[in-house]
């Protein structure tokens, strides 16, 4: 299974666990890096620009951070161990994430107002994930069940609904982004254990696979209002490759000089933001469309 099944007990996990983004397309492609960071990954980009993500740090520790105008914002679950900002901000400023407590539990978290909300689905062993808000404040992301299963769920307003892919035999599915209309995209497993991803759209599931994706699989991780997903799939030869899907036409995003790529979110304006990894190490990246 290639989705995000870890947990974030550990950014030393996190920063074994995470592979990278890529781009060619015609635009700027704009490196992201957190000062003193061993590790950044772009999570969300909102129409005018704000970015969410999270780093390691140099100790290993795990934070979220918000970019704005170029400055940059730490964002830590009050008694974390560990906390990635992963979607938003809405128009009102929202964000969510994930975070693990002193337990080493993971949750999921909205922060409206300066205000810490955790988000548990009910009767889960454990939510793994917050991943996205749109503009109504509904919410997505994926709850693990007691067999080790996840599960992919929306929350609106204080209403829990789960999302389970339903093509004959699949598992794991994890719900990776949300529209303004609450479009949903994220991805499953098949009966082989092949990934695939899928767009959820007025209660109709369509299956999305790169054309040039191996055994392994493809994910979806973000959707804008025109429609245009982003995510990233494994190629023949195993390697990570972001992806964007307009019109049901697909192309692979490379950035010059790197070795694999993820992408994760997309504004309405087709910007992206993801991470990539290079010789260096593991950076995001702004691709900004035009």
Known sequence: MCHETQSLRSCAELCVSSVAAVFAAEGVDTSIDYPGAILIVGRAIRPEGVI??????ADHSAHGYILQNGV???????GASATTTDGGPNPNGDVVGNYVDGNGVPHGYRLSGGVFTTIDFPGAAFTQAARDINARGDIVGWYFDSAGNSH?????????TSIDVPVPGATNTQAGGIDAEGDIVGGYDDVNGKSHGFLLRQGNFATIDAPNAGPIGTFAW?????????????????V????????????????P?????????INPQGDIVGQYTDAHGTHGFLFTAQ
């Open 222 to 238: 973000g959707i804008n209002a025109p429609g245009t997903v982003v995510g990233s799939y494994f190629d023949s030869l195993g």
């Open 52 to 57: 969410v993500g999270w780093y390691c740090a």
């Open 72 to 78: 940059f914002s730490a964002i830590n679950f009050p």
């Open 240 to 255: 990570r490759q972001a992806f964007s899907l307009t019109g049901g036409v697909f192309q692979t995003l490379v950035v």
């Open 152 to 160: 992919g769920f929306v929350l609106s307003g204080s209403t829990y």
């Open 257 to 265: 000089g790197s070795r694999t790529g993820w992408a994760f979110g």
